[in-house]
């Protein structure tokens, strides 16, 4: 082999040489870092409206959550029967992505207790609202009490869809509401079908379910006593407000409260 070969070939070994321990001492490259948790999605809070009136009877309170974060869904229910609002209300549960404070106010008691027991609900707030038991109807509940003073005020349609007439609106539904409001409140308000007071309630979720209660001291559409008689019976955390039938129009920093109340005992569950 000439010099000059054995030189060529010196240099190819070198540089192979080179070449492997430059590949090497090339750091192998890191493991990915796992994908972050993703943090469980906030309670929300779904709420149930009465009978004679829509989702806009919680237009005071709904931005009161809202300024603390927290989600808000008013139902909009027909109304029709228990079954159909009960319905409604799973539909709007199924679309909540995390836990659900759900509220009912009056007839949307009622609601509450069929629908409640779904798997996103983690607490009940009824406010001056019906709260059966399993195999109750919502009429049944006044039994032993004294007709409400608005309950006579009711008007019945040709198919048995009742209603307010404003005067009843004005001093026995929201009397500790400005009149101006309650006209509002008139024109807006939902009729009911007469027969869903006579449905029965097929569960009761306030029994598994954790429940807080406001009474209306002053109500003319549903007994005080009979509001106390309620929360006792289904073990609420009891809150007593000096108000008509709608403490949500006449006292919604209250009614607000005492629903954060609930979301923030359902984060620490």
Partial sequence: ???LTTTLCTIAIAAAVVSGTAHAAKPAAAPAAPAAASAPAAT????????FADGSDWAKVIPLLQAKGVKVTAIQ???TSLKDDAAVTRRVLDAQTGKVVLV???WG????TEAGAHDKVAALVYVAAFAPDAGQTSAELGNGYAPAPGIGKLVADSEGFLTLPPEAMRD?????????????MSATQGPIKGSA???KVSNAAWKVKPSWYIVSSKDRMIDPQQQRAMAKNIGARTTVLPSGHVPQQS?????AKVILEAVAASKQG
């Fill in 1 to 3: 082999m000439t010099t």
């Fill in 44 to 51: 929300s809070v779904v709420i149930v409206h009465g009978a």
């Fill in 77 to 79: 229910n027909p109304l």
């Fill in 104 to 106: 009912g106010h009056s």
């Fill in 109 to 112: 008691g009622t609601v509450i």
């Fill in 172 to 184: 026995d539904f929201a009397q500790d509401v400005p009149a101006a409001q309650t006209a509002v």
């Fill in 197 to 199: 007071f006579g449905e």
């Fill in 251 to 255: 006292r919604p920093a209250d009614v």
